[in-house]
């Protein structure tokens, strides 16, 4: 099977459908999201090592991926399978790889607090091996747009689909965080016409569900992982 991308220089780890063998599969790098019981999805990125970090770049063209991970070998960074956090110590191979052995059920854990960076070897839609790895430094771009909802905890913004966690930051024009989008006069905003009540997620996905059409928003997001970070409900035409 030819590569669909070639290792640029000796820094440069081949991300994104390395060929096939019996002993790995084929090989991504990116952030992975829980997509429901047992289930990930990644979209590939090319990843650079430097030194025990990962820099990672946006792949023009790449298609999202999903897997099972239900019977997946799965390694962390953490000293400890049930950490949040890696506080101070890190458990990593010479490959920069997590390597603290951990089971399908602590991946579902580290996915249920948000998109973590892995490298991901799989056949065909499973996932065989799972390592977590510490990311070089982050990127957020802001943005102006329409955004509807997917799900729960997903959005399309124009041609990106985006998740979101309990982590983001919903700014409202109305008066409560309960109101329907754009509800009554914009008592929470700018001169611009951007909201500034401190919103939840949770408010954020009540006032989309019954929105049939894109509504119009200022953004904060994170290109690599697909994150959506910030949310600005827009008042008019600002």
Same mark, same amino acid.
């Given at each position: 099977m030819r590569p669909l991308l070639a290792c640029a220089t000796a820094l440069t780890l081949c991300t994104v459908a390395t060929p096939a063998t019996a002993a790995t599969g084929t090989v991504v790098y990116g952030y992975a999201w /829980?997509?429901?019981?047992?289930t990930l999805r990644v979209t590939p990125l090319t990843a650079t090592a430097h030194g025990k970090r990962y820099r990672l770049e946006r792949l023009p063209g790449a298609k999202e991926l999903k897997l099972d991970y239900s019977a997946a070998d799965f390694r962390r960074v953490t000293v400890a399978c049930d950490l949040k956090e *890696? $506080?101070?110590?890190? /458990?990593?191979?010479a490959k920069g790889l997590g390597k603290t052995r951990c *089971?399908?059920?602590?991946? /579902?854990?580290?996915?249920?607090?948000?998109?973590?960076p892995v490298r991901i070897a799989y056949e065909g839609g499973k996932?065989?091996?799972?390592? $977590?790895?510490?990311?070089? =430094?982050?990127?957020?771009?802001?943005?102006?747009?329409?955004?509807?909802?997917?799900?729960?905890?997903?959005?399309?913004?124009? =041609?990106?689909?985006?998740?979101y966690t309990w982590m983001l930051?919903?700014?409202?024009? *109305?008066?409560?965080?309960t109101d329907p989008w754009l509800h009554g006069r914009p008592v929470h905003a700018d001169k611009?016409?951007? =909201? *500034? @009540?401190?919103?939840?997620? @949770?408010?954020?996905?009540?006032?989309l569900k019954p929105l049939a059409n894109p509504v119009r928003v200022r953004v904060d997001y994170d290109p690599l992982s697909n994150q959506l970070l910030n949310v600005w409900e827009v008042f008019g035409d600002a």
């Open positions: /829980a997509d429901g019981t047992s *890696t $506080e101070g110590k890190v /458990a990593l191979d *089971t399908p059920k602590d991946l /579902a854990f580290v996915l249920s607090l948000g998109p973590a996932a065989v091996k799972v390592n $977590e790895f510490l990311p070089d =430094g982050s990127s957020t771009r802001s943005a102006t747009g329409t955004v509807k909802r997917v799900d729960d905890h997903t959005v399309q913004f124009g =041609g990106l689909r985006l998740g930051g919903f700014n409202r024009v *109305t008066s409560r965080c611009h016409g951007l =909201g *500034t @009540k401190a919103c939840t997620d @949770k408010d954020f996905t009540r006032a």
